[in-house]
C-alpha cells in the first residue's frame, strides 16, 4: 500500500494535502484498491461550498459506487477535470494526476482531527484483521 | 460435473442488421385495392435506420438461437441472492392467457368486466392479509416503482398534517442500492446508518439521527445479509417515537408468508415483489408489478384507483350483477394520485393470483419454510468452503466473502465467472457493500436436495482449482458463448447501439 507522508488522511480514506491556505483532496492508495478499477468520478462544481465530512464527490467502479467525503471543510476552488475523461488515473495515480479538487481550507483547525501516515497506516491495517 | 452446453456453445450470434440482405422479406403483401397517394411530407421519413431484410425464418432462427444462448431458471439453477429467481409454474401462464383476462381491454366498461376486477380484488384481499395491512393498491408496475409510491404516500402522510420538516429518510448500509435511489427520486435527503457486528442496524447510530426531521425508516427485513432483524420492536419504537414511519422493502418477503406480518411487526406500508414472491416472470424489461401495502393510517393516500367491492342492496351500490355484489373502481380520498396509467400490469396481476390460489395459505407458509430451509442447508454445506459473514441461523439468503483461504489472489468475481462453467448462474456479487468480496446467494424453496448439493460440490472444486490453477480462474468462463467480457472497458466506453460493420 502507497502512503504519501506529505498528507493527512481520514477514516473515509481521503487524504488532504495542505498548500497554505489551500489544500488538494483525493483518495488514497487502499481506497482504489478496494475499489477496483474505477470507471466513473462524479465531481462537484467551482464555487460549490462543504463541510468537513460533507459527500462532495462520487466514485464508481465496476464493484461499486462510493460517496467521497469531504476530510476538511472549505470552498471548491478547483477540480480536476482530467479525471472525467480519465478516471483510471485514481487507479493509477490515486496521490498524484488523480487529486480530486482544490479547496480553500475553512477552518484550518480542523486538520487536527485527521491522521498522519503512520496513523492511517496503522488504521488500515486494523481493518484488514 | 461439468455442463454440456450443446448448441449454446457454438458462439456469438451476429446482430440481425449483420443478417439483413437487400430486397429479403419476411411478409407478401396484398395487391394494393385503394388508390395510391404520395405521402404527406417525405420529409418525415428517415433513410438512416437501415432497417434489417431477412426472411421470415432467418428470423425465426435468430431469435431462436438468441433464446437459446440465455440462461433461465428453467434451464438450471439461479441463486442470484436478493432476486428470488424461483421456478415460476406455467399454469399462472395458462391462467394469464385465458381469453377472458388477455383480451380485455382497459376501457371496457366496468360492467363487463367484473371477473377482472373480483381478480384485482381478491388479489388485494390476499396480499393484505398474508402481511397485515389495512389496504393494498395493485398500481405500481415494479418493485422500485413501489419503493417510490411508499416513500411518496410517508411523504404525503406528514404534509396532510402540516408537518413540512420531515424530508430525511434513514436507509441502513446494508440496504438494496434501490432504497437511497428512491429517496433521492423522491426528493428526500438519505442518511445511512450502519450495521452492527450481528449485521442488525446499529441502534446507537439509528437513535443519533432520530428526529423530528425524519420522514421515515426504509428497513429490508430480513435484511440482505439475509438476516431477521434482531431488535426490531426496539427500531420500530425509536422510528414512530420520533414521528417517523417505517417503510418495508418486501424484496425478502419470501423468507416470511404464513410466518410473520410486516404489519403487525410495526410496518407502516411495504411494497411487494410480485415477480419474486409470487412467481411472476422477472424483469429482462417486460412487466413487472409492486403493489404496495399500508396500515390503516396510511389508506386513505394510497395510488389509484383501488378496487372496492358494493352489496347490492346497498344504497348506492352500480349493480348490474346477479351474484349480488358489484366491484368498481375507487380514489382514494387523498391519494398521491395515479403512478401508472390504467389498473397496474395486469397480466402479471393474474400470475401472481394463480399462484397464491394454485398454494393457498398453507401452501405459502410452506414456501417460506421451505425457502428457509434451503438456504440455511445450502449454507451449511459450503462450511469450510467459502466463509459466511456472520454465524447466525438464516432466513432465505446468507452472503459468503468469495475468497478461498488457500488462494487469496482469487476473487467472488473470478468465482462468479467459474461457477458458469459448472452451469450454474453466479450468485449476486459484490452486494451488500458491507461484505468484502461478497457472494450473496438465495437457493429458493424449488430447488432440490441434489441441485443444492452439486451446486455446494460445484463451489468445493472451484477452491480446488483456485488453489492448484488460479489461472484457470482468472480466465472463465471457458465454455459459456463468450468469455471474460472487459467490464472496464464496457463501463468506459460504452457502445450503446450498433452503428454497422
Known sequence: ?129 | MKADFGIRCSGAEPVIYELSKPGRMATTLPQLDVPQAALPDAALLRDDVDLPEVSELDLMRHYVRMSQLNWAVDIGFYPLGSCTMKYNPKVNEAAARLPGFARTHPYQDVHAVQGNLRLMHELQEMLKEVAGFAGVSLQPSAGAHGELTGVLIMRAYHVARGDMQRTRIIVPDSAHGTNPATTNMAGLEVVEVPSDARGNVDLAALESVCGETVCGLMLTNPNTLGLFEEQLPAVMELIHGCGGLVYGDGANFNALMGIAKPGELGFDVMHFNLHKTFSTPHGGGGPGAGPVGVAELLVPFLPGPVVALCRCEEAGCDCQEEEGVHYHLVMPEQSIGRVRSFYGNFGVLVRAYTYMRALGAEGLREVSEMAVLNANYLKTRLAGVLPVSHQRTHMHEFVVKGIYPSAPDVHALDISKRLIDYGFHPPTNYFPLIVPEALMIEPTETESKETLDAFAAALRAIGEEARDDPELLHEAPHTAPVRRLDEVRAAREPILRWQGG
Open chain 1, 1 to 129: 500500500m502507497k502512503l504519501d507522508p506529505n498528507c493527512r488522511y481520514d477514516q473515509e480514506h481521503e487524504w488532504v494535502r495542505v498548500e497554505g491556505d489551500e489544500a488538494l483532496i483525493g483518495i488514497t492508495d487502499y481506497a482504489q484498491d478496494q475499489l477496483s478499477d474505477v470507471v466513473y468520478v462524479e465531481l462537484p462544481e467551482v464555487g460549490d461550498t462543504f463541510d468537513q465530512g460533507d459527500v462532495f464527490a462520487v466514485v464508481e467502479s465496476v464493484k461499486t459506487a462510493s460517496d467521497v467525503y469531504m476530510p476538511v471543510g472549505g470552498d471548491i476552488l478547483e477540480i480536476n477535470e482530467a479525471l472525467e475523461d480519465s478516471p483510471e488515473l485514481v487507479n493509477e495515480d490515486p496521490f498524484g494526476q488523480a487529486w480530486f479538487v482544490r479547496i480553500a481550507i475553512a477552518d484550518p483547525s480542523e486538520l487536527d482531527d485527521l491522521m498522519d501516515a503512520e496513523a492511517y497506516r496503522a488504521y488500515v491495517e486494523g481493518l484488514d484483521e
